[in-house]
């Protein structure tokens, strides 16, 4: 059973910043495509932000220039890094892990994150 596990999320001020991980011990880490995605209550689970094989990113506009994603092939995992987190970034962050090839598509449980006005 493949387990992603996050990590880093927590209660934080507007303006404030968090750095999210996601550990992906269980898989060839390197041959799949990464991603950040967040649910807020009553709201559809949307992609934050995204990371491939060779390194390429993209992010939601709501979050450009405020937040990083990164990864460590070396150590599987990826990273987030927030700044100027606002309340409406208050969410459940989860990692997930995808190659269209060996039609594999894993999730981790997820980290909450909270920003406070």
């Known amino acids: 059973q493949v387990q992603l596990v996050e990590s880093g999320g927590g209660l934080v001020q507007a303006g404030g910043s968090l750095r999210l991980s996601c550990a992906a011990p269980g898989i060839i880490f390197s041959i799949y495509d990464m991603g950040w995605y967040r649910q807020a209550p009553g709201k559809q689970r949307e992609l934050v932000a995204a990371?491939?094989?060779?390194?390429?990113?993209n992010y939601a506009d709501s979050v450009k220039r405020r937040f990083t994603i990164s990864r460590d092939n070396a150590k599987n995992t990826m990273y987030l890094q927030t700044h100027s987190l606002k309340p409406e970034d208050t969410a459940v962050y989860y990692c997930n892990a995808q190659n269209r090839r060996l039609s594999r598509n894993y999730w981790g449980q997820g980290t909450q994150v909270t920003v406070s006005s």
């Open positions: 990371i491939t094989t060779v390194g390429s990113t």
